[in-house]
């Protein structure tokens, strides 16, 4: 997948993979005089940990983040629903949470906010947040930052904006995106589990009430010390929801699949 914090200057993404050892200048701060100008015009597919950040730092329900800060989306070659961050009405299209002297969420901020100047596109989900990436770099005509001194590798990057924690915990999801891409276009998941997988990945308030208010813990058979672990922390029942994803809804897709190239007669 591709995480995506490009202006609507038409950003000139070069095209060459680098490594996490791969050194780079670059450095934001409010004495550069393109300060806050990347965090307009621009298009951010949230990710479920993102959502979680950010609705417990404006005390929001998801539900009510969802409504009021998100559109809904497929994402391209998956028919996957995702969300990405609703812009404010002004002629830039600033982020709702951008001001003149910077960005009032930030120690929350979206994982690919993080990333900036980086791109990431993942071929495949390996474990571990240290794993060899698909890197690239968003260079934006207006931004001054890479010609600050600071100096950086892709990991000592990563690790300072805290986007390797934002990666590990959006991991499991992250390998859900994945296989999805890897199918054939024509095996769609149904409706009932777009909104599943929806809910499991960004209502994350609606997917506690689902587990643990309906029979669902009935129907599963789900270690008690696991449902316990789920019900006290929302970073474990989201990885547990896409785990439950990934056998169920995506154990249909393949049952479809191979329904798909049995050969006929």
Known sequence: MTDTKASGNMAD???ERVGPDHRFQFKCHPKVACFTQCCRGI???????????????LQMTSEEFLAVYTRPELLEKTDLPVVTLKLLEDEQESCPFVRDDGCIVYEDRPGSCRY??????????????DDEGFYF????????????????????????????????????????????????????????SKKMFFLAAYNIDK?????????????????????EKIRADEIELLKFGCRWLKTSLFSAVKDD?????????
């Not at 940990?49 to 730092?57: F, H, P, V």
């Open 13 to 15: 993404i070069v095209p």
């Open 207 to 227: 997917f506690k009430a689902f587990v643990f208010e309906s029979s669902f813990l009935e129907r599963y058979d789900i270690d008690p010390q696991m449902v």
């Open 257 to 265: 699949l191979f329904k798909l190239r049995e050969p006929e007669g």
């Open 116 to 129: 900036y100047p980086l791109g990431v596109a993942s071929l495949q989900h390996k474990d571990g947040a």
């Open 43 to 57: 298009n951010i597919i949230l990710t479920p940990y993102d959502i979680i950040r950010l609705k417990n730092r």
């Open 137 to 192: 770099f968003v260079n934006e005509p207006h931004c001054k930052g890479f010609e600050q001194d600071t100096v950086w590798t892709v990991k000592e990057w990563r690790r300072n904006q805290g986007v390797d924690i934002h990666d590990e915990i959006n991991a499991e999801w992250t390998d859900l995106v994945v296989r999805k891409r890897s199918f054939p276009p024509n095996v769609k998941l149904s409706e009932q």
